[in-house]
């Protein structure tokens, strides 16, 4: 079984800073790309920031300059990192992970269960 734990949400004024982590754990031989995506009340699940194994980072245009996307593989977690916070970034952030649980199975995407950035003015 495989297990995506978000942390770091919270509550913070416009213009501060959060740090998210996403800790992967369980049964996993190998995780490829990863993301940070985000969904606020009324809206779809939008992109954020994604990186690949190699460290290759894509990043949404109202986030770029402001967030920075990074992971640790050794310890199988993902960080995002928020600066200059809008009210507009308030919503629920979600880790997404590209894993194989053993050299021969299959890639399937996993998500974390969220974790809530609330940013006030």
């Known amino acids: 079984q495989v297990q995506l734990v978000e942390s770091g949400g919270g509550l913070v004024q416009a213009g501060g800073s959060l740090r998210l982590s996403c800790a992967a754990s369980g049964i996993i031989f190998s995780i490829n790309d990863m993301g940070w995506y985000r969904q606020a009340p009324g809206n779809e699940r939008e992109t954020v920031a994604v990186i690949t194994s190699g460290g290759s980072t894509n990043y949404a245009d109202s986030v770029k300059g402001r967030f920075t996307i990074s992971r640790d593989n050794g310890k199988k977690t993902l960080f995002l990192q928020m600066n200059s916070l809008k009210p507009e970034d308030t919503a629920v952030y979600y880790c997404?992970?590209?894993?194989?649980?053993?050299?021969?199975?299959?890639?399937?995407?996993?998500w974390g269960q969220g974790t809530q950035v609330t940013v006030s003015s």
């Open positions: 997404k992970a590209d894993i194989k649980q053993n050299r021969w199975a299959k890639e399937y995407i996993y």
